[in-house]
């Protein structure tokens, strides 16, 4: 079993931050890329950022120089900074991870169950 376990979102006013974890564990071979989606009612889920196993990062347009993604390979674990937050930024944010699984020939993607992200004031 692998499972994909999301913290740190929460009600937040503009202009402020908050730091989102997802920490994978289970029985885990190796990790390769993990990210961060998010969805809001109505719109269809879009990539907010991912990083390769390596460190290299991708980030969305809309998230470019407020949004950090990193990671900790030691703790199977994937951040987002999320800084000078928008109302627009409100969704729910789901984290993932590209896992090959003991005993698996392949990896495939794993979800967080997702966590709320509101920014209001």
């Known amino acids: 079993q692998v499972q994909l376990e999301e913290s740190g979102g929460g009600l937040v006013q503009p202009g402020g931050s908050l730091r989102l974890s997802c920490a994978a564990s289970?029985?885990?071979?190796?990790?390769?890329?993990m990210g961060w989606y998010r969805q809001a009612p109505g719109n269809q889920r879009e990539l907010v950022a991912d990083?390769?196993?390596?460190?290299?990062?991708n980030h969305a347009d809309s998230v470019k120089g407020r949004f950090t993604i990193s990671r900790d390979n030691a703790k199977n674990t994937v951040y987002l900074q999320m800084n000078s937050l928008k109302p627009e930024d409100t969704a729910v944010y789901y984290c993932y991870a590209n896992i090959k699984r003991l005993y698996s020939y392949l990896s495939r993607d794993y979800w967080g169950q997702g966590t709320q992200v509101t920014v209001s004031s």
């Open positions: 990083i390769s196993r390596g460190g290299s990062t």
């Open positions: 289970g029985s885990i071979v190796s990790i390769n890329a």
